[in-house]
């Protein structure tokens, strides 16, 4: 069992920047794949990007490709998603999910585990 918590969200300007983080219990961090999400609002969840339990190994959404990064540090048990050249069109809340055994695992209904999620307001 694993259990997520998001931070970093917030209100930026188009353009800008933020990192969200997530931070997870347990003990077998490394095994899990990682996964972020976001909902924005009168749209479903969608994929944004994960990453594999080494690192080796990542998938981003076409919308977010080239200014997302997501990474992880096994060492601290958290995994982070850097966010450049926002746009309106990112605002969303964003949740950071785990699944174990799966590399490349792009529907939220692959994962077993969530964070409570992250609201990201980027204004125009």
């Known amino acids: 069992q694993v259990q997520l918590v998001e931070s970093g969200g917030g209100l930026v300007q188009a353009g800008g920047s933020l990192r969200l983080s997530c931070a997870a219990s347990?003990?077998?961090?490394?095994?899990?794949?990682m996964g972020w999400f976001r909902q924005a609002p009168g749209k479903e969840r969608e994929f944004v990007a994960s990453i594999s339990g080494n690192g080796g190994t990542t998938y981003y959404a076409d919308s977010v490709k080239g200014r997302f990064t997501i990474s992880r540090d096994n060492a601290k048990n958290a995994a982070y998603l850097q966010m450049n050249s926002l746009k309106p069109e990112d605002t969303a809340v964003y949740h950071c999910?785990?699944?174990?055994?799966?590399?490349?695992?792009?529907?939220?209904?692959?994962?077993?585990?969530w964070g409570q999620g992250t609201r990201v307001t980027v204004s125009s």
């Open positions: 347990g003990r077998t961090f490394s095994t899990y794949t």
């Open positions: 999910a785990a699944v174990s055994f799966k590399q490349r695992a792009l529907q939220s209904s692959e994962y077993r585990y």
